[in-house]
């Protein structure tokens, strides 16, 4: 039995029927004896749209209200994939990023991860529960909700990665993998099939966008295997993984 983290980004919970599709995988994988904590994104566009709506009403909105404001997006995403587990009869529980233990720096709408103690998600695993949390939030030492800046969800799923002792952190993507180049623009780009941390920091710093920079780093320190994969497709993806680790003894391949 491995323990799992699985991130899924607003493109893989676009809208009600996408998160219908990514409780059926995270059910699955947890059928075949995992243990799964879930992290996730807001649904499709709603980060842009909040801010969008926020800098409607004032076009220098309070840094406060503005964290306040974006993490509502990932809360609506975390109990709905929640809601979408028990229809499909496994037992799911939702954390904000406050419940689940992350404690950040006050630099609003950048904050950086200063500790995760997420003793509600140990507590919903070792209960036989799948444990969803809202990425991309903490709380600081004011007891304010604060974000981590754009992206940062993939910085969640490694850090509770981390902080679980998870043997993998998958994220999912509408992509399969990490290319050569966008596959989106360049047809002929090749998924990698495996890699190393620091040949993606190089490819992060040239531009390429698939994981946040942030994200890396942090799996890098902690030797934090990652496997990037589509959440629309059941190709393999690619699998960052620390030097001397057999890609292939990592689990939850297929
Ligand atoms: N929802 C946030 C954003 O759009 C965080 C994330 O998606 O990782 O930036
Ligand atoms: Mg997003």
């Not at 676009?14 to 995270?26: L, Y």
């Amino acid at each position: 039995m491995a323990l799992i983290v699985q991130k899924y980004g607003g493109s893989s919970v676009a809208d009600t029927d996408s998160i219908k599709r990514v409780a059926k995988r995270v059910v699955e994988t947890e059928k075949k004896g995992n243990k799964v904590a879930v992290v996730v994104s807001a649904m499709g566009d709603t980060t842009d749209d909040l801010i969008d709506q926020a800098l409607s009403i004032d076009s220098n909105p309070s840094e406060r209200e503005m964290d306040m404001l974006m993490t509502a997006g990932e809360r609506i995403s975390m109990s709905l994939l929640a809601m979408a587990i028990h229809a499909e009869g496994s037992r799911a529980h939702s954390f904000t990023g406050q419940q689940a233990g992350f404690f950040t720096d006050t630099r609003y709408g950048a904050a950086h991860i200063k500790a995760v103690r997420p003793d509600r998600v140990k507590n919903a695993l070792s209960l036989g529960d799948i444990a969803i949390v809202a990425g991309f939030q903490g709380i600081n030492a004011k007891g304010d909700a604060t974000t981590l800046g754009r992206g940062g969800s993939d910085t969640s799923a490694v850090a509770l990665a981390v902080a679980l002792g998870a043997d993998i952190c998958e994220i999912y993507t509408d992509v399969d993998g990490i290319f050569t180049a966008d596959p989106r623009i360049v047809p002929s780009a090749r998924r990698i099939p495996s890699i190393g941390y620091e040949a993606i920091l190089e490819m992060a710093s040239c531009g390429s966008k698939v994981l946040a920079l942030r994200c890396v780093e942090y799996a890098q320190r902690f030797n934090m295997p990652l496997h990037v994969r589509s959440s629309f497709s059941r190709r393999p993806g690619t699998l960052v993984v620390p030097d001397g680790i057999d890609p292939r003894t990592l689990p939850n391949l297929d």
